[in-house]
């Protein structure tokens, strides 16, 4: 596996590949790898030639009071992670790589970002959109893969490569959880022994939802059982609600019912400091 780091040095290398038509998958990522990024790599290994994978800790997704310093970061342990599982590229640039002195461009997708994770993290989808954009010029990608953990995320650029027309096939990879149903997230390290029992308030809601869904016996209203989900979570100490919503998987719209395409999706704070998302279909399939 090789390690670059200068945006120059990886357009070279993608180019001689493109010019070998060797298909290419990228996975973007901003490190401290878990079951969840290696899942998504073991894909794209499955259906490219050459898998890059980007670690970035992108500073414009992040607000003025949100983790920047303290996401984790341990480059050693990301690489010997990716090489496990025969990632042929670890593209790690720098935040002056990225973004040079006086960049000042920003992509924003309108409708998709703006409820959900985008009305608790203004600004949040422009950052992400933005340094996903510059990934996919940088490696010029046949395919890309993202988790469905962070659906939004997903919904969202989706919509970016549709609207500007980039000939990527973006594939979603189902959301990995630990053995207790806890979704993988990097965020997850933030989290004391005693908060991982708080934490499963989420996957406990979405397995809760799935049960009133499966039992009833008339379509549901999604704002009575939001409301029922919002008190479940509410009921576990230390465990508040940042939103609740049941929306259409495609659109992201608000359901008034719930039906096949309807999907659960959640942010809840852990004791005030530790922010987890979560989501899941409703219906089985």
Not at 277 to 285: P, S, T, Y
Request: aromatic residues 6%.
């Amino acid at each position: 596996m090789e390690l670059i780091q200068e945006p120059l040095e990886l357009s070279a290398l993608v180019s001689s590949w493109r010019g070998q038509r060797q298909k290419i998958a990228l996975v973007p990522t901003m490190g401290w790898f878990h079951a969840g990024h290696l899942a998504l790599m073991r894909q794209a290994r499955q259906v490219a030639d050459k898998v890059v994978v980007s670690l970035f800790v992108n500073p414009i997704q992040f607000g003025p009071s949100e983790d920047l310093a303290a996401y984790p970061r341990d480059l050693q342990r990301d690489m010997a992670l990716a090489a496990g599982v025969e990632v042929d590229l670890l593209y790690a640039p720098t935040a002056t790589a990225m973004y040079p002195a006086g960049f000042q461009t920003s992509i924003r997708v309108a409708e998709l970002g703006r409820g959900l994770c985008g009305a608790s993290r203004p600004g949040h989808f422009d950052g992400v959109c933005t340094v996903v954009m510059k990934l996919f010029q940088q490696v010029q990608p046949h395919l890309a893969l993202f988790g469905e953990k962070d659906f939004q995320q997903l919904a969202v650029i989706k919509r970016m490569a549709r609207d500007l027309d980039l000939h990527i096939e973006i594939v979603a990879h189902p959301t990995v959880r630990e053995a207790s149903g806890l979704a993988m997230s990097s965020r997850n390290s933030y989290l004391r022994e005693d908060e991982q029992e708080q934490a499963l308030c989420l996957y406990r809601a979405i397995l809760f939802a799935q049960e009133r869904v499966r039992a009833a016996l008339a379509p549901l209203s999604s704002a009575i059982l939001c409301a029922e989900v919002r008190k479940n979570i509410s009921q576990v100490p230390g465990c508040s609600v940042d939103y609740v919503e049941i929306v259409d998987a495609d659109t992201l719209e608000r359901c008034e019912t719930v039906n096949e395409n309807s999907r659960l999706i959640m942010a809840v704070m852990i004791n005030r400091r530790v922010r987890l998302i979560d989501n899941a279909r409703l219906f089985e399939v």
